[in-house]
């Protein structure tokens, strides 16, 4: 995208986004309504329908990856793309996931009794209507979906055009399950046409939307934080580290290194960048080097790191310093070995974005240390980076991972899509 003023964009564009916002606000006021039984049998409701049209989903999705391959988008696109009926089955799971979580709306977060006897409380309310922004992840739809109902708000989904069919489908089965349970379809949105100037017109339909969360990569992040009016939750790039601390188990480091950086490359979070303390490095690195170069990674290391490398037949190149700052997304590794732990703290707080680093220690205090230190989302101590997502932590779904302060940080889910209001209960107090 590039800079636009609100002004420049199309008026039928902007009155179709405005009037799809108006219907999600409506459709936001009955969801503020319902029981949690009701949004989870809804819930349920969804999840069978999606798992029901796996099949018309997937030869959607087929047709996206045809259009994708001609026009020669990149593997990790195209990976991210892919719904098979596995994957479907995977997004069904969650929604079910979703369903058995506790309902946020209505918790009380704190609240107290006043000398005077009036009565305060905070408790969590829905945000309303939440716009997602994001590319070639369809599993996205349904999650932001999900969440959505659950917590009490309406979406309106801009989802990459590489999708469309497959959004498309989703939105189709996911509107008609919402009407059969009696919930108005406008839960769910989907803007269609319009390109990047929709997108323009979501983000800055400010007082019609009250939150936009964007999911993609650097450029898309960047564009929508940089240009939304309406509020926006920033959810970042993922150049993850994995520090191979002096005293780590030889195994352990091996099997955490390999796992995070080879398990699924495609994704945020993924291992990206590899740090090994040198007195472990004669240890471990012969190990960790076979095993990523039979998984075809190539190491973007130091002088160091590619003796290990040439030394296991792994495919290696030089290291660069815009190596140490790329979110590669595919099967590439940037490696140093470092003289310290805090050399590895350093290196990681220069070129972090914030999202996941993990250390492979058996040094309680070097662990401490990596824990206080190190400025990130999520902080892993002898653990892959493949955690750091919000089935894994729990939460059944993510709509996205945040990697700035305010508000979510981290896996963002059911609470993460509520906001606070404030009541008060008096029998005629005046001040």
């Known amino acids: 995208m590039t800079a636009q003023t609100v002004a420049e964009i199309p008026a039928d564009v902007r009155e179709h986004v405005h009037e799809t916002a108006r219907g999600a606000r409506t459709a936001a006021r009955q969801l503020a309504l319902l029981t949690r039984a009701q949004k989870d049998a809804a819930l349920l409701a969804l999840a069978d329908a999606v798992d029901a049209a796996a099949a018309s989903v997937v030869a959607a999705n087929v047709q996206d990856l045809e259009r994708g391959r001609e026009k020669g988008l990149p593997t990790n696109l195209l ?44 408790v ?32 309106i989904l801009r989802g990459g055009s590489a999708a469309a069919s497959t959004n498309t489908r989703l939105v189709e089965v996911l509107r008609a399950a919402l009407a059969e349970q009696g919930i108005s379809p406008d839960a769910v949105n989907l803007l269609t046409e319009g390109g990047h100037d929709a997108a323009r017109a979501l983000m800055t339909a400010r007082g019609l939307v009250d939150l936009v969360i964007p999911r993609g990569g650097a450029s898309l992040i960047q ?17 993850c580290h994995v520090y191979v601390d002096a005293s780590a188990d030889t195994d352990m480091a091996v099997e955490v290194v390999v796992n995070s950086k080879t398990h699924r490359n495609s994704v945020c979070n993924a291992a990206e960048s590899l740090l090994v303390h040198r007195d472990a490095a004669d240890r471990v690195l012969p190990a960790i080097m076979a095993r990523l170069g039979a998984a075809g990674v190539t190491v973007h290391g130091d002088a160091a790191m590619e003796g290990y490398a040439e030394s296991a037949g792994t495919a290696h190149v030089p290291v660069t310093d815009e190596d140490d700052d790329t979110e590669f997304l595919s099967a590439d590794l940037s490696a140093r070995v470092v003289d310290s732990l805090d050399q590895a703290i350093a290196h990681v707080q220069e070129h972090t974005s914030g999202h996941t680093e993990a250390i492979v220690t058996a040094d309680r205090a070097a662990a401490r240390r ?62």
């Not at 919000?390 to 996205?400: P, R, S, W, Y």
């Open 370 to 431: 990596f824990t206080t230190e190190v400025d990130a989302a999520a902080v892993m101590v002898n653990a892959s980076t493949r955690f750091t997502d919000g089935e894994e932590f729990g939460f059944g779904a993510e709509i996205g991972i945040s990697t700035q302060k305010l508000h979510a940080r981290g896996p963002m889910a059911l609470p993460e899509l509520t906001t606070t209001k404030w009541v008060v209960e008096g029998d005629g107090q005046v001040r």
């Open 223 to 239: 564009t929508v934080v940089t240009q939304s009016t309406v509020p926006v939750i920033e959810t970042g790039v993922g150049n």
């Open 79 to 122: 990976d991210r793309l892919t719904l098979d009926e596995e994957r479907v089955h995977a997004v069904a799971r969650g929604l079910r996931q979703v369903a058995a979580l506790p309902d946020p709306v209505g918790e009380v977060v704190r609240g107290s009794t006043l000398a005077n006897g009036l009565q305060i409380r905070q």
């Open 124 to 155: 969590r309310v829905p945000m309303g209507v939440v716009g997602m922004i994001y590319e070639a992840r369809p599993n996205v739809t349904v999650d932001a979906a999900g969440l959505g109902l659950k917590s009490g708000n309406a979406v």
